[in-house]
């Protein structure tokens, strides 16, 4: 009796579909693949193939389900996680970063898997989004990440939260984080806790990193001006120049 109730309902389902092919409805589509979810095993089914969606690099079709069924596959964090993944692989890191940002209103970051979502967290740095990355460290979303830490570190600085931006980055750079950015922020760090010479030495760090930037070098001015250095101050300028 069960297996024939079942057989009846993708009937009246397919009939469904197939009446509304010529008037797409999204609300139609929704309800469809909710009931599709329901009969088809549930959770660790609906987990199992977009596993192997992933693998066979189907990336819009997972995006597409997930959208149509946002209610029950949100629940699982390794859908969330391949859902993000397949953003990132198409090149919709917009669209990527929002649904971290609103996974994280829902608390549902914390025992999210963070490998291979840095790109999201470089994006939101580069697009400026610091509220967003502060949001995401608030919520302890990849933080213990040595390359998460640099780029929360960064916008705590830029949102004024200077003593969790001290401790990010010095973290960071303690566990091996280089290059030209975290030297420039550690510097402006240290300055604003007095610690001139200091500050002078990592801004020092950073232009090796990038010997042209005007940015570093007009820091540089500034610094050694502050320290009464005019003639290194004056040398700098002309690098500026």
Request: contains cysteine.
């Amino acid at each position: 009796m069960k297996k024939i109730m079942k057989l009846l309902l993708w009937g009246v389902l397919l009939l469904l579909v197939l009446s509304c092919s010529f008037f797409f409805s999204r609300d139609i589509l929704i309800a469809y693949n909710k009931v599709l979810y329901a009969l088809g095993g549930g959770i660790e089914k609906a987990e199992r193939g977009m596993k192997s969606l992933y693998k066979e690099g189907d990336y819009r079709k997972i995006v597409e389900k997930y959208r149509f069924n946002e209610e029950n596959y949100g629940k699982s964090n390794d859908i969330n996680h391949i859902v993000l993944l397949s953003l990132i692989k198409l090149n919709k890191l917009q669209d990527a970063a929002t649904l971290l940002v609103t996974l994280s209103e829902k608390n549902k970051t914390k025992n999210l898997d963070f490998s291979g979502l840095l790109p999201l967290v470089q994006f939101l740095y580069k697009e400026g989004n610091y509220g967003d990355l502060v949001y995401l460290y608030d919520r302890g979303f990849g933080s213990s990440h040595v390359n998460f830490e640099f780029y929360y570190g960064a916008a705590l600085y830029r949102m004024g939260r200077l003593g969790d931006s001290e401790k990010m980055l010095n973290h960071a750079f303690e566990n091996g984080y280089i290059g030209v950015e975290i030297n420039y922020y550690i510097a402006l760090l240290l300055e604003k806790r007095g610690k001139l010479n200091r500050a002078i030495f990592f801004m020092n760090r950073a232009r090796v990193y990038d010997t042209k930037n005007r940015d570093i070098l007009l820091n540089l001015v500034r610094l050694y001006r502050k320290k009464g250095d005019y003639k290194q101050a004056e040398s700098f300028l002309r690098m500026a120049r």
